[in-house]
């Protein structure tokens, strides 16, 4: 079992900045990929950006690549999305959520963002809302 714990969303103005952090826990963290996903009203959830912890590979949306940065602290096993020059459209709830390993390589985030469809675990979310 791993739990995953969101923090750090609230309200910003446009072209603002904001730091979410997710706190993973339980057994066998390390055997997971971790990302970050968001759902606007009305729309489907799509995955933001991800970290492996072995090689600290990444991998964003294009929708936020420039402005998004993911980082993972091993030691103290959080995964932090870093965003800048927020738009109106970043409005969502952000999620946070693990792919384990034993899925195929191609959905562990390598070469694209994680789906959700993958996910073995979910946070249960944080609000970001960008608006003046």
């Known amino acids: 079992q791993l739990q995953l714990v969101e923090s750090g969303g609230g309200l910003v103005q446009p072209g603002g900045s904001l730091r979410l952090s997710c706190a993973a826990s339980?057994?066998?963290?390390?055997?997971?990929?971790i990302g970050w996903f968001r759902q606007a009203p009305g729309k489907e959830r799509e995955g933001v950006s991800c970290v492996i912890s072995s090689d600290g590979h990444t991998q964003y949306a294009d929708s936020v690549k420039g402005r998004f940065t993911i980082s993972r602290d091993n030691t103290e096993n959080r995964v932090y999305l870093q965003m800048i020059s927020l738009k109106p459209e970043d409005t969502a709830v952000y999620y946070c959520a693990a792919v384990g390993f034993w899925h195929p390589w191609s959905t562990v985030c390598s070469g694209r963002v994680l789906d959700a469809s993958d996910v073995d675990y979910w946070g249960r979310g944080t609000q970001v809302t960008v608006s003046s």
């Open positions: 339980g057994s066998g963290v390390d055997y997971f990929a």
